[in-house]
């Protein structure tokens, strides 16, 4: 089991830039693909980006272009670089541990508490 923990929410207005941090704790953080979810008020939780253990990465369409995921496995840390956002960005964004790359929730077995992203108009 891998323990993660996010950082870096805030509020912004739209248009502007976040940066996101999720640090990963256990033996084994390094092996997992790191993914990022989020999730509105009253929608459901939805996949926006995943890098895998040797860096590659999948992005959701909504935020290709926008938004860059990297990984630090020194650190055991991943960063999600926002930009351009938009006000339907706005949400609750975790961060996720899988054995393997993928965009379904249920394949994430660990998950951060949430940090919260709004993006004013």
């Known amino acids: 089991q891998v323990q993660l923990v996010e950082s870096g929410g805030g509020l912004v207005q739209a248009g502007g830039s976040l940066r996101l941090s999720c640090a990963a704790s256990?033996?084994?953080?390094?092996?997992?693909?790191l993914g990022w979810f989020r999730q509105a008020p009253g929608k459901e939780r939805e996949f926006v980006v995943v890098i895998s253990r040797n860096g590659g990465s999948t992005y959701a369409d909504s935020v290709k272009g926008r938004f860059t995921i990297s990984r630090d496995n020194a650190k055991n840390t991943v960063y999600l670089q926002m930009n351009s956002l938009k006000p339907e960005d706005t949400a609750v964004y975790y961060c996720a541990a899988s054995g393997v790359e993928t965009r379904i929730a249920k394949m994430y077995n660990s998950w951060g508490q949430g940090t919260q992203v709004t993006v004013s108009s």
């Open positions: 256990g033996p084994t953080a390094s092996l997992y693909a």
